[in-house]
């Protein structure tokens, strides 16, 4: 076993016992920005998004059932939907100024401390995902390397020049053909001091779920256009942190997107991969030469998060067999704890609500759920089925058809369904019974803040991963795939509750063993990763308009 067994056990059981260092403070006035800037770097702007007629959502969250509409696909990537997609995902949208329970309301009216909205959650709101463009001949731009700047929407130009040849012998000749045959890359880096000046050595597994939610945003905006997201998570990571010109243990390269774009070559395979060699000059190794200016006049160090880099690195360019992943997959049927009776749901169904529109409306709820609206069995039912149909579908699942997490809900105020837990069974639509009785008391006595009142909340839904036989299954570099996952239905529960005009709300901080203790986990591999709320809101809740201020 490596170490990220290790870590993982010490984030299960970090309610009972803390995760050194115990002592960290957080210095917030001297912490770093939600995102990287380099000061010197030519900037482009990108093309305005908000012309692009939006499509359903439907299709990116319930991809079984419920296929694009063929007026909506689009022959593959333009400027126009990249910038679009952007800017949907991670550029800044809105502001955050509704009167909630989270503990930085107070700040919020200051623009030091302004809150702005994405449409992408992050662990803690810090988003340290860093998003490059290795744009190649097929795009408009002069082929380069560009850091996607969220603040203004725009491009920085990093480095001119094709490097995708670069990119292609870093994924490797084994690499899905479809990886092999673009020229096109999103490259996905996580600033780790971005996270870890507040979470410290619980960072590593918190980035870990922005990598999940970035990616799945992006399937979910692709999905009702016809166009494919799939992410490659193993490869040659030094070398692209090479490029990047970033220290590895700093900033580190988590995933590669390859996009296929409009009126590019089709079926263009490089000779990287028809020869099984690099085509590239071995002695030419362009690198970035722009640096990220650090607000941080302090950079701390984490033991935990040293280890967890280096341990998902070793090995990062041999991609597991095909098949291997087969042994994590997320169990079938009914839970051992499951008694009857099940209950059935109706099937899930999704209003016609656009993604942008939904992606905007995403936010978390933070104490204003009220249990006098009871939610609907057919809500419950399609938030439950979106979760449950998330897959990140990367290199190591290119058909997306391997499931990894399984979903638990505790019901609180669901029409026509008693208060209990339950297991939720994807394929018969059903809950099967685990706990019967009220769970209010529970769910709030194991949550570590005071910005939630789980209570109120009609619903929480557990998703669950054998995050050990995933290790097993991959290596230590599974723990980005296993707990990507999480981050993925997370992001899956938030969009189609927005799209049902639902309140909701993501949480790291809960006591992970007293939930597998509830739901009869002990003996197994399941390990509880989030705890996601859903219910109505209190009417009427105070806001700032923002955009017409």
Known sequence: MGYAHEYAHAVLHRGRVPMEPTDHVVDWADGPRKGKFYPDAPVFALPGTEDLADVPVAPGLLPDSVPARDADRAPGFTLPLLSAMLRDSYGLTGRRLGVQANTDLAGLPFHTHANWSRGTAGGGGLYPMGIHWASGPSAPLTPGLHHYDVQRHALQRLLTGDVTDRVRDALGADAPADALDADQYLILSVKYWQNSFKYNSFSFHVVCTDLGTLVQTWR????????????????????LNELLGVPGEQEAVFGVVPLHWAGGPPGRRPATAAAGRPRTDPGHRPAVRHRDAERSRTLLDFDALRAMHTATLAGAADRPAPGALAAAAAPSGPPP??????????????????????????????GRFDARRRVAPGELSAVLAACAQTRLAGDTDPSGRLRLARVYAF???????????????????????????????????????????????????????????????????????????????????????????????????????????????????????????????????????????
Not at 220 to 239: K, N, Q, S
């Open 411 to 549: 019901v609180n105020h669901v029409r026509d369904v008693e208060q209990g837990a339950y297991a939720y069974d994807p394929d018969r639509g059903e809950l099967g019974l685990v706990d019967a009785g009220p769970q209010g008391s529970f769910l709030q006595r194991n949550y570590f803040l005071a910005n939630y009142n789980l209570e109120q909340a009609a619903a929480v839904l557990v998703p669950t991963v054998r995050t050990t036989a995933v290790l097993d299954a991959v290596g230590d570099r599974g723990y980005r795939l296993a707990v990507g996952t999480a981050g993925a239905v997370a992001q899956s529960f938030y969009v189609a509750a927005a799209a049902l005009g639902l309140g909701a709300g993501v949480a790291l901080g809960f006591d992970n063993v007293s939930y597998a203790e509830r739901l009869g986990l002990t003996e197994g591999d399941e390990a509880p990763l989030l705890i996601m709320a859903l219910g109505h809101e209190r009417p009427g809740s105070a806001d700032f308009r923002h955009e017409i201020a």
């Open 337 to 366: 704890a499951a008694t009857a009776p099940r209950v059935p749901l109706p099937g899930p169904v999704l209003p016609d609500t656009g993604v942008r529109r939904a992606l905007r409306e995403r936010r978390s709820s933070f």
């Open 220 to 239: 979910l905006w692709a999905a009702p256009r016809g166009l494919r997201i799939a992410p490659v998570l193993w490869f040659d990571e030094p070398r």
